[in-house]
């Protein structure tokens, strides 16, 4: 029933920007318990960015340069990723759950999920 649609992903030089977009859909899950993963070929999903109830938080690998965000009118959420590194490329989810959850790092957290938008870094 929620649908998730990444966007705003694409190839960028390294030490450059981009902000990733997230449209949820539908009516059972909780806004303000979403949470972006990423996913490089050949490895495992992981965590980046989520809020918990009003407090985010973020994987020690993108903290001080990504910052998650939301839209509650718009029912958006976004990733602002800045000094972009190579070993940022993976494609990149959001995630949402139905309800609020004392954990937020693991990808059985979550209920839903989209399918992704490429995030490429050049070095």
């Keep these: 029933q929620v649908q998730l649609v990444e966007s705003g992903g694409g190839l960028v030089q390294g030490g450059g920007s981009l902000r990733l977009s ?3 859909s ?3 899950f909780d806004l303000n318990s979403m949470g972006w993963f990423r996913q490089a070929p050949g490895k495992e999903r992981e965590f980046v960015a989520a809020f918990r109830s009003s407090t985010t938080y973020y994987a020690d690998s993108v903290k001080g ?3 998650i965000s939301r839209d509650n009118a718009k029912n958006m959420v976004y990733l602002q990723m800045n ?3 190579p070993e940022d490329t993976a494609v ?10 004392t954990a937020y ?15 490429t870094v050049s070095s």
Excluded: I, M
């Design 22 to 24: 997230c449209a949820a």
């Design 26 to 28: 539908g009516r059972t």
């Design 65 to 67: 340069r990504f910052t």
């Design 83 to 85: 000094s972009l590194k």
């Design 92 to 101: 990149y989810y959001c995630a949402a759950r139905r309800y609020y959850r």
């Design 105 to 119: 790092a693991s990808t059985t957290s979550y209920d839903y999920w989209g399918q992704g938008t490429q995030v």
